[in-house]
């Protein structure tokens, strides 16, 4: 196999920057550090509704052994009404992330 040893200048516009996969990442991951949602932000990240949040993710015993603060967890679950859902987002998306085939399955 023959090598080619060349080098080739790409200009990069004022306003971008180039950074690797790995920088990206832990931009992203830190973007979400100190966040909290609550129940609409969680429905616009999912794109489903609180209903379907409920049945699929927050109230089944598998995840809400994970979930719930109660247990160590990273979600409030409300205790009375008026009570408000709040979600620790970072953890929250990491969670979403890696369980996205068993919830969706």
Known sequence: MQQLDVNITIPIPSDKVLITKVELQELKENSLTGVYWN?????????????????????????????????????????????????QA?????FLDKHFIDIFK
């Open 90 to 94: 970072n953890k929250m998306a990491a």
């Open 39 to 87: 129940m609409k932000d969680l429905e616009k990240r999912v794109g489903k509704k609180q209903d379907w949040l409920k049945e699929h993710i927050l109230y089944p015993p598998r995840f809400k052994k994970i979930l719930d603060i109660q247990h160590g967890g990273f979600v409030y679950y409300p205790q009375s009404r008026g009570q408000t859902w709040t979600f």
